[in-house]
């Protein structure tokens, strides 16, 4: 019952995984004090489906396994009284999967004549192994796409976006100021200066960028290529603007601390 063994413990395994994965999405999801987007519940809907697919497969190994263990018990008692006089075999043949799977119980239990046959058998046997059939082993994506874009905006979320006023705008700002010094003397002139205003002149500048996506990609792609591109594409307009605003902040607001 080796081989059982493994493929329980395989599907033991992919069914923890799947759960630990969807467990982390929602946990991810819960931080950010959010809900799920569509690309997360595609992966935890695909997650689930899978384990849909192994449970079945889990119970149905288990009920086998017990089964086994009891009817290997059974033949431990009987082993003495099932003994086969050994003949000679140059092919060995099983008409049912039972009669294999008997002779693997002798053979566990210390048969000779059984451990032979399987011998024999196994060595006429034609091996099949993955590399026969690699169209039914999937190739499965374990994980959001990794990007490692720093999209923060701190100039934005320091000063707060705002509504643009129009194509051109100004504002004033204060280049000279009054004066207040003290009074030399009794009666003497206190100081004077007068006060001069600037304008400080904006003009608004376009940042964007598209891309050509097919109806064929958007449709067949898993995780949806769309939101994949259309993220990418704020982050990359949050890198160019803030990039673009940092060294305006630096030159306009001379001696102020950099944060």
């Known amino acids: 019952m080796r081989t059982t063994d493994q493929m329980l413990s395989r599907l033991a395994a992919e069914i923890e995984e799947k ?37 079945p497969q889990l119970d149905q190994l288990i009920d086998l396994r017990r ?12 082993a003495p009284f099932m003994r086969e006089q050994p003949g000679p075999a140059k092919e060995i043949e099983y008409r049912t999967a039972g009669e294999y799977v008997l002779d693997q119980w002798r053979a566990g239990l210390g048969d000779n004549e059984s451990r032979q046959r399987l011998e024999i058998y196994n060595r006429a ?14 190739t499965p994506i ?3 796409v990794v990007n490692f874009i720093d999209a923060s905006r ?32 009794e009666k003497a002139e206190l100081a004077s200066q007068k006060m001069t205003i600037s ?21 067949f792609t898993q995780p949806g290529v769309m939101d994949i591109v259309i993220q990418d594409l704020a982050a990359q307009y949050a890198i160019m603007d803030e990039g673009a605003h940092m060294p305006n902040m630096a030159t306009t607001a001379p001696g102020t601390p950099a944060t």
Request: net charge negative.
């Open 19 to 55: 759960q630990t994965f969807i467990d982390g999405i929602v946990e991810d999801a819960e931080k950010e004090g959010r809900d799920l987007n569509s690309q997360e519940m595609e992966m935890a809907t695909r997650a689930r489906t899978r384990v849909g697919e192994l449970q």
């Open 154 to 185: 701190p100039l934005v979320n320091a000063l707060g976006p705002r509504q643009m006023p129009g194509q051109n705008w100004g504002r004033p700002k204060v280049t000279q100021h009054t004066s207040v010094t003290t009074q030399s003397a």
């Open 199 to 219: 304008k400080l002149n904006g003009t608004a500048v376009t940042y964007g960028g598209y891309v050509n996506v097919s109806r064929q990609d958007i449709d």
């Open 125 to 138: 046997a034609s091996h099949q192994t993955t590399s026969d059939n690699p169209g039914l082993i999937p």
């Open 67 to 78: 089964m086994g263990s009891e009817s290997r018990a059974k033949i431990a008692e009987l």
């Open 142 to 144: 374990i994980g959001p």
